[in-house]
């Protein structure tokens, strides 16, 4: 579930996910966010891209962990052909964050707002 805290962003990762991608849940400074994009079919090469390394990965059915291409680094949590957001970060540990539409919809609003708005006004 994504959370604002402050001014950090966070992920906040189930224990099985945690588990499962080898990570704990991301955190990134919230005006480091520069867009959000809604992708339907998730298992694209413009959405995943690289290779998974650490986490869990079983192709059309779940993707977790760190996505790795060159040296950018994607944090991902897709689940079978579920609707994604792509969160674009700057001067972050994760360049991006693929994670669900479900239950991040009223988050992802206020963080277009603002990103529309732009930070801070």
């Known amino acids: 579930m994504l959370l604002i805290q402050g001014e950090q962003l ?3 990762l189930t224990p ?3 588990l499962g991608a080898l990570a704990k849940s991301p955190t990134a400074t919230v005006s480091n966010l520069l867009s959000i994009n809604r992708f339907d079919d998730p ?4 959405v995943l891209r690289g290779i998974r390394a650490p986490g869990t990965g079983f192709p059309f059915q779940i993707m977790l962990g760190t996505m790795r291409f060159g ?3 994607d944090f ?3 689940y079978k052909r ?3 957001w792509v969160l674009a970060f700057k001067g972050e540990k994760y360049e991006r964050w693929v994670i669900p539409v479900e239950q991040n919809q009223s988050v ?9 708005r732009g930070w801070g006004s």
Do not use: F, G, H, T
């Open 10 to 12: 966070k992920y906040q």
């Open 43 to 46: 298992w694209n090469k413009e």
């Open 71 to 73: 040296s950018r680094r």
């Open 82 to 84: 579920r609707p994604v």
């Open 16 to 18: 099985l996910e945690s």
């Open 76 to 78: 991902v949590v897709v």
């Open 108 to 116: 992802i609003s206020e963080l277009e707002n603002q990103i529309d």
